[in-house]
């Protein structure tokens, strides 16, 4: 069974800061990796797709990696800002039309 | 662009009531899902489809009923409903691009529903 785990669970940064968020999943059969994010009481939001043939994908600020053979996904966010205040989820797609969620981990970007 | 749409957004239900949470996409997409999201559980999957007329069951499915009579519509049934099922229900949707490269999973707003 996959396992998903994100650490840390939440991260409070000074706006400007660089930072990291990891993922990790137990199973490397994997299709492809999915980052979210999730502001407070609303949907889920696509980031970053990163197919399994893959090692990377970027868009604007964002920076997402794969390392499928240690089972390991980080993303990047570079010059931070009070806007990106929010939870980032990671999924893992094992199955057609099925995923496993980590957690989640709470961003909170300071002025 | 309407993506996935979710209704009712609030729903308030009593201990043994049936109910039916609807879900609809327009990007003609074959994969749709539904998850749950429970504070210190994260999303957990209910039910997925991979294409009309076909559903299997996700990680927890137990009092709960889905079918896929079209492309666009995925409702989610709860037959009696029970104060453990009070969560906040996402349903996804995404297309299985060619040799196995899914596109971008999209969710819809959600649905929270409470059971009293």
């Known amino acids: 069974k996959q396992e998903v785990t994100q650490i840390p669970a939440a991260l409070s940064v000074p706006e400007g800061e660089n930072l990291v968020l990891n993922c990790s999943f137990t199973?490397?059969?994997?299709?492809?990796l999915q980052w979210f994010r999730q502001d407070p009481g609303k949907g889920l939001t696509s980031l970053l797709l990163?197919?399994?043939?893959?090692r990377e994908q970027t868009s604007g600020r964002l920076n997402a990696s794969l390392d499928k053979s240690s089972g390991r996904s980080t993303l990047y966010i570079a010059a931070s800002q009070p806007g990106d205040s929010a939870t980032y989820l990671c999924?893992?797609?094992?199955?057609?039309?099925?995923?496993?969620f980590g957690d989640g981990t709470t961003l909170t970007v300071k002025p | 662009n309407a993506g996935v749409t979710q209704t009712p957004k609030f729903q308030v239900l009593k201990t043994g009531q049936s109910m039916t949470l609807q879900c609809a996409q327009d990007?003609?997409?074959?994969?749709m899902s539904w998850y749950r999201q429970d504070p210190g559980m994260g999303l957990r999957l209910i039910h997925y489809?991979?294409?009309?007329?076909?559903?299997d069951q996700g990680e927890v499915p137990n009092g709960y009923n889905v079918s896929r009579s079209t492309t666009e519509d995925f409702p989610l049934r709860l037959l009696s409903a029970a104060p453990s099922q009070t969560s906040v229900y996402f349903c996804?949707?995404?297309?299985?691009?060619?040799?196995?490269?899914?596109?971008?999973?999209?969710f819809g707003q959600g649905t929270r529903l409470t059971v009293v």
């Open positions: 489809s991979v294409g009309a007329g076909i559903t």
């Open positions: 199973d490397s059969a994997i299709y492809n």
């Open positions: 996804a949707s995404s297309y299985p691009g060619s040799a196995g490269l899914d596109t971008e999973a999209f």
């Open positions: 990163i197919q399994s043939s893959q």
């Open positions: 999924a893992v797609k094992t199955n057609a039309g099925k995923s496993t």
């Open positions: 990007m003609n997409h074959e994969y």
